[in-house]
């Protein structure tokens, strides 16, 4: 991750260049929010960035819980045909990024098929969830503005801050279910063996035995036990990029437009998704 950041700040800050020189107003998600994870993680990859339309559209379609299982279940195979091809090629000729590394290295012990699910989980992964953070979290810093000037001025203040970004924003809505492997008993629910849990990440989040006023954006709090990266073995694995990004992007966001704003009463949030977020956030400044 260290020898990324130098990478991520460059990413940051010729977006912010392109927004500058376009002048107001800006959508901050199609100009900010999505495409600086998105570029991120096809250079972490090793996936053409030019080809961003065949997989951002189809990866937002996958996770639209309110789209029937047929077309979401179309947008999971052409996601999959896309990094079959993909991987095909670095099989050929292996690249120096994730990919290639991941055949040089482990191409005996990884199959094909483990290779495209891979490789296809951490695109899917890399662009739909920082994206969203950045997107809600800047318009709940709007919301908040001296919350805000804490992330833009002090730098000590902006890694607790996301950490309270993370647990009050919890976009993780759905998605996380878990096989039961032994009996047992959650608050008096015995729950058998086999069974499938499905769990409330942002309900966890907003307990009040976790916290005092759960439902109050506070960036202040310090460092608390949320779960918005999951819980236990399969807690995320991109939570160290996903922080170096947003660490890096927010003050960097905050200080180019001190008088950033939003430029329109419509918030254009996600209606239905797995993974919480705005459509589009028009900005000023
Ligand atoms: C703020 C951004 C992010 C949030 C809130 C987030 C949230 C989560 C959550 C809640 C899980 C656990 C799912 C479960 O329990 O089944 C998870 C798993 C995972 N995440 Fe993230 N994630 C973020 C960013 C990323 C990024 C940038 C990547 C890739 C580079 C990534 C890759 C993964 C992977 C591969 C897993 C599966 C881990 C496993 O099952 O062992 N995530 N993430």
Same mark, same amino acid.
């Given at each position: 991750m260290r020898r990324l950041e130098p990478r991520v700040q460059a990413i940051v800050d010729e977006h912010l260049d392109a927004m500058e020189r376009k002048g107001p107003p800006a959508d901050l998600v199609a100009d900010f929010a999505l495409p600086v994870p998105s570029l /991120?993680?096809?250079?972490?990859?090793? /996936?053409?960035?030019?080809?961003?339309? #065949?997989?951002?559209?189809?990866?937002?379609?996958? !996770?639209?819980?309110?789209? @029937?299982? @047929?077309?979401?279940? =179309?947008?999971?195979? #052409? $996601?999959?045909?896309?990094? *079959?091809? $993909?991987? *095909?090629?670095?099989?050929?000729? @292996? +690249?120096?990024?994730?990919?290639?590394? !991941?055949?040089?290295?482990? +191409?005996?012990? /990884?199959?094909?098929?483990?290779?495209?699910?891979?490789?296809?989980? $951490?695109?899917? =992964? +890399?662009? #739909?969830?920082?994206?969203?953070?950045?997107?809600?979290?800047?318009l709940a810093l709007l919301h908040h503005p001296d919350q805000l000037a804490l992330v833009r001025d002090d730098p000590e203040a902006v890694g607790p801050a996301i950490e309270e970004l993370l647990r009050w924003l919890s976009i993780v809505h759905s998605g996380t279910f878990k096989i039961v492997t032994e009996d047992t008993e959650i608050a008096g629910t015995p729950i058998p063996k086999g069974d499938t849990v499905m769990l409330s990440l942002p309900a966890a989040n907003r307990d009040p035995e976790l916290l005092d006023r759960p439902e109050e954006l506070d960036v202040r709090r310090g460092a608390l036990g949320h779960v918005a990266f999951g819980h236990g073995v399969h807690h995320c694995l991109g939570a160290p990029l996903a922080r170096m990004e947003m660490r890096t992007a927010f003050p960097a966001l905050f200080r180019r437009f001190p008088t950033l704003r939003v430029a329109s009463d419509e918030e254009h949030f996600r209606s239905f998704n797995a993974i919480f977020g705005m459509e589009s956030l028009p900005v000023a400044w």
């Open positions: /991120v993680i096809c250079e972490l990859l090793g /996936v053409p960035y030019e080809e961003r339309r #065949e997989f951002q559209e189809r990866s937002s379609r996958l !996770l639209d819980v309110s789209l @029937p299982l @047929p077309e979401r279940l =179309a947008a999971s195979d #052409e $996601l999959r045909s896309y990094m *079959a091809r $993909l991987v *095909a090629g670095q099989q050929a000729d @292996p +690249g120096e990024e994730l990919l290639g590394m !991941l055949i040089r290295e482990h +191409g005996t012990e /990884v199959t094909t098929d483990e290779l495209i699910g891979i490789a296809n989980l $951490l695109l899917i =992964a +890399g662009h #739909e969830t920082t994206s969203n953070m950045l997107g809600l979290g800047t």
